[in-house]
């Protein structure tokens, strides 16, 4: 009896290859924190400009920094996903 063509065949992976596997799932882990860690970074810096007086004069960077930090944010987490679910259909085993 023949597997369905829906299922893919588990290959027995090697050492190697099983380690270039994990590499790959770390650098996407990696990836995602950089996205999180520059969206911190613009939230930080929109309420530091529009908290600080001194910075009056470009107030609107501080609300551009503010409205950016969650599309990088979004933009990551959909990167993430989209990643982690094509290195899981790439793996065999």
Known sequence: MEKPASEPTKIKLSITDQLAVERTHLANERTFLAYFRTSLALLAG????????????????????????????????????SSRKRIKEHTLS
Not at 51 to 80: A, M, N, Q, T
Request: net charge positive; no cysteine.
């Open 46 to 81: 929109g309420v530091t400009i529009l908290r600080l007086d001194i910075l009056s004069k470009i107030e609107h960077w501080g609300f551009f920094f503010l409205g950016l930090s969650p599309i990088v944010l979004s933009i990551g987490i959909w990167r993430f996903f």
